[in-house]
């Protein structure tokens, strides 16, 4: 039975063209995936169903009938409801305030708000399907996966028919995962319909019946996910065939360039001792919180281990900041873009050169021609999408936005790059040309840390493989010497690692 | 054509949303110019100038200090114990350039030290310049006995009345050159930049490199610096360091900081704004002085213009979105 149809919308934004004739359904107890690049159109259909934009052209049906939602609260009236790809939760309110948000109401006696009954409903509900966080919890005090089960506690908690999630597995470990899919499945069981948007392809072929295949703003193909492979989905997508994912070269390597020995910061990780040599890239490999990035962060100085030595081409180094980090040879992506990425007032030129604008400068004047020279040869060594070096940074594609971050990284032509989820929320297409930033750094004989919590990707970039649990180094492994299943064991502490 | 003549159309239209205090200024003028006939006059024009000078001299110093994403409710009563320090100074035989220089000193020291105690220990700008507000009115309390003090020194009363080759204000001139320092500082140099991208995000920044507590305290240098001139002014203006101007004086800065365009939450800002800004201010008592409305009622419209000033700005960003995603 079909519950909602989309029939031939379009979307202009001035003169571009962000969705053209899209036309597909979606089934009652259905899930349907949306595929595609970032700025394939995806986001912008989604907008279009929570009525956040309306279509230029076409018409939108619900269960037979107009649909036409004026905002997101109009669309949630009539049960369509979404998990928003970024965080939406009040940090300081408890965990079922937030998942109850704005219906307080319901939760009054005689005018006033009773916490327990609060709580209780939200137990009930997270019972049902099995996620594991206290309701009393306060948010600000959850890890980023919690806050994520929170979410979409909140997104089922209004019976909603139609559920839309964007990404929501981008925040989750793997073990949450599986209470996700766990969740999806119920909701299907239960009649309700979920539109799910991944970049993560396996989850496709995981949870959807069918999937929906968006390129350039066109539908290149809508049908069930049985009898699909990867790699025509990849195809699909890619509007190519993308013959390798990963495509690692082999580069001679130099000599050591970073030494870390022993480093220890109390209750975070210990005893942390690698090298890493010019050209060759370091896989980090663990569970969100295993203490990859707060490792990488010591290295770098945005928190400063507190013991410990670290020694570039051989000359000691102390970084207790970002700045002498930057100074010493280290340059670092950050896994979270939206806090410790982007300056969301800034246009992408001086996105760009955030890190790098400093060392330009005559008598503290910024020299501007350089700076739009550099940031011009980045654009293009890059190739950055952009309407130009003055657009607002926002305009950009979350994989133009992380090509930009990786251009203010390379800007201060780095001896060490550590990279943390550089691909995360990124597209097939940027994910292929950041493998191919890996490959060109490296040949010129920049060291590389990539932190990943893709473990194919991790697998397949890397040269050599660190795995971390709990703050530890658990195991070493070289290039093709260990299966995914045994790292998997040695990331979660299964017996028989 | 057509589609010449509206994108021309949309452009003023973006300019004036752009420059919202320049719009006001317009709109003042003209009004003031049709409703009364003493306001087009050479007279009133060179004392509404002088009547700005002071406030677009701090100005600049508080357009950094917003940017920052930064806020400062001592600056007015730090400006009174400057001016009342000013007049102690004129007292003794101290030439005027030691009186400038302990003025400067003064302003830089005490606003710094906002600066390194929200730093030190992690204080929103708002609760420390809260208390320390206090302080420094008691400070000036205790200098001055609370009694005004009268016979500046003659460098102070230059500043504020003085004239360059007979014709343009010594205040005046003093603020163009800030304004058009500032501006140049906070556009084109890397201090400049510090200060935008700590306000527009202070993790993204710290983690590009930049040092975010120093900046802070820079900002807070330059803000006291412009404090210290400003009392210097405003005393000489009226010949007098007076006790009790510390208050409204805050509300007013921010005020014409706001309508010239930089917003409170930092991130970006334009000194040049600012001057209309504080334009805007001016013209706003000057023309109701004009009008003879009385003070009390100058308060009550004041508060409104500013109103809907700050309502102008969100409405502004939204139709500004609305046009960009426009077809």
Redesign the interface.
């Known amino acids: 039975m079909k519950i909602l149809e989309v029939n031939n919308v379009s979307k202009?934004?001035?003169?571009t063209k962000a969705l053209t004739d899209v036309s597909f359904d979606l089934n009652k107890g259905e899930v349907l995936a949306l595929a595609g690049e970032n700025g394939a159109g995806k986001s912008t259909m989604m907008n279009i169903l929570l009525g956040s934009?309306a279509p230029?052209k076409g018409t939108m049906k619900l269960n037979g009938a107009d649909y036409q939602p004026k905002n997101p609260s109009d669309a949630l009236s009539q049960g369509i409801s979404m998990i928003h790809q970024e965080l939406c939760l009040v940090p300081s309110m408890s965990v079922a305030e937030n998942v109850w948000i704005g219906r307080v109401k319901d939760f009054t006696k005689n005018g006033i708000y009773m916490p327990a009954l609060c709580e209780a409903k939200t137990q009930e509900l997270f019972d049902a399907y099995g996620i594991n966080v206290s309701p009393k919890e306060i948010v600000k005090n959850l890890t980023t996966a919690q806050m994520q089960m929170v979410e979409i506690a909140r997104a089922i908690s209004y019976d909603a028919q139609i559920v839309i999630m964007d990404e929501p597995t981008s925040a989750l470990s793997d073990k949450e995962v599986q209470v996700l899919y766990q969740i999806i499945r119920q909701l299907t069981s239960e009649g309700r319909s979920v539109l799910f948007i991944s970049h993560k392809l396996e989850e496709v072929f995981d949870l959807a019946d069918r999937v929906v295949v968006f390129r350039d703003g066109h539908m290149v193909i809508e049908r069930a996910v049985t009898g699909l492979t990867m790699d025509e989905l990849v195809s699909y997508i890619a509007g190519r065939k993308v013959e390798n994912v990963y495509p690692k070269k082999d580069i001679e390597k130099g000599d050591v360039v970073l030494k870390v020995e022993k480093l220890h910061k109390s209750g975070v990780y210990r005893d942390i001792s690698f090298e890493v040599r010019a050209g060759e890239v370091l896989g980090f490999a663990g569970l969100v919180g295993a203490g990859r990035t707060e490792v990488m962060q010591g290295i770098y100085g945005?928190e400063p281990a507190d013991d410990g030595t670290i020694t570039i081409n051989g000359v000691e180094v102390k970084n207790r900041?970002?700045?002498e980090?930057?100074k010493n040879g280290i340059a670092?992506v950050?896994e979270d873009r939206l806090?410790?990425?982007?300056?969301?007032?800034?246009d992408v030129e001086?996105n760009m050169t955030?890190?790098y604008?400093?060392n330009i400068?005559k008598m503290?004047?910024?020299q501007?021609d350089i700076e739009d020279r550099d940031t011009e040869s980045m654009f293009q060594k890059l190739s950055v999408k952009t309407s130009g070096k003055e657009a607002p940074i926002w305009s950009l594609s979350g994989g133009n936005q992380q090509k930009v971050m990786v251009g203010?990284a390379l800007l201060n032509q780095p001896k060490v790059l550590i990279m943390d989820e550089p691909t995360r929320g990124v597209d097939v297409g940027a994910k292929s040309e950041i493998y191919e930033y890996c490959n060109m750094l490296a040949e010129q004989g920049v060291a590389i840390i990539l932190i990943s919590s893709d473990l194919p990707e991790v697998m397949g970039m890397s040269d050599r493989l660190i795995v971390m649990r709990e703050g530890n180094i658990i195991a070493r492994h070289e290039r093709n010497e260990a299966s995914a299943e045994k790292i998997m064991s040695e990331m979660f502490g299964l017996k028989g690692e | 054509m057509d589609n010449k003549k509206k994108m021309t159309k949309d452009q003023i239209l973006i300019f004036f949303l752009k420059n919202r205090a320049l719009l006001l200024v317009v709109i003042f003028f003209i009004l003031l110019t049709v409703f009364t006939n003493t306001f087009l006059t050479s007279g009133n024009l060179l004392s509404l100038a002088r009547q700005i000078a002071a406030n677009g001299i701090i100005g600049v110093g508080y357009t950094f200090l917003l940017a920052s994403d930064s806020v400062d409710l001592s600056a007015g009563y730090m400006m009174c114990m400057v001016g009342i320090i000013s007049g102690l100074l004129s007292q003794t035989s101290l030439p005027f350039i030691v009186i400038l220089l302990v003025c400067s000193v003064v302003g830089i020291v005490c606003s710094s030290f906002n600066a390194t105690v929200e730093n030190k220990f992690n204080l929103p700008p708002f609760l420390v310049t809260l208390a320390m507000q206090q302080v420094f009115k008691g400070a000036l309390m205790l200098m001055s006995n609370g009694t005004p003090i009268a016979n500046l020194h003659e460098g102070i009363i230059y500043l504020g009345q003085g004239y360059l080759f007979g014709v343009i204000p010594v205040s005046v001139a003093l603020m163009l050159v800030f304004i058009l320092v500032g501006h140049v500082i906070l556009s084109?140099?890397?201090?400049g930049?510090?200060v935008?991208?700590i306000g527009?995000?202070p993790?993204?920044?710290?983690?590009?490199?930049?040092?975010v507590k120093k900046t802070r305290v820079q900002v807070a240098a330059l803000l006291g610096f412009t404090i210290a001139i400003m009392a210097l002014v405003s005393c000489g203006r009226i010949a007098s360091a007076q006790t009790t101007l510390g208050g409204d004086t805050v509300m007013d800065i921010i005020a014409a900081v706001v309508i010239g365009g930089t917003p409170m939450g930092g991130?970006?800002g334009t000194v040049i704004g600012t001057l209309f800004g504080c334009l805007v201010i001016g013209l706003i008592s000057n023309g109701l002085n004009l009008l003879k409305v009385s003070s009390y009622w100058q308060m009550v419209s004041k508060g409104v213009i500013i109103l809907v000033a700050v309502i102008l700005d969100v409405y502004s960003e939204k139709i500004y979105d609305r046009m960009?995603?426009?077809?």
């Open positions: 202009n934004f001035y003169s934009i230029t945005i900041s970002p700045r980090g930057l670092m950050t806090r410790q990425g982007v300056v969301k007032k800034m001086r955030l890190s604008f400093y400068c503290g004047f910024i501007s203010r | 084109r140099t890397q201090f930049r510090n935008i991208a527009g995000n993790e993204a920044a710290r983690v590009s490199g930049i040092d991130g970006s960009r995603n426009r077809d």
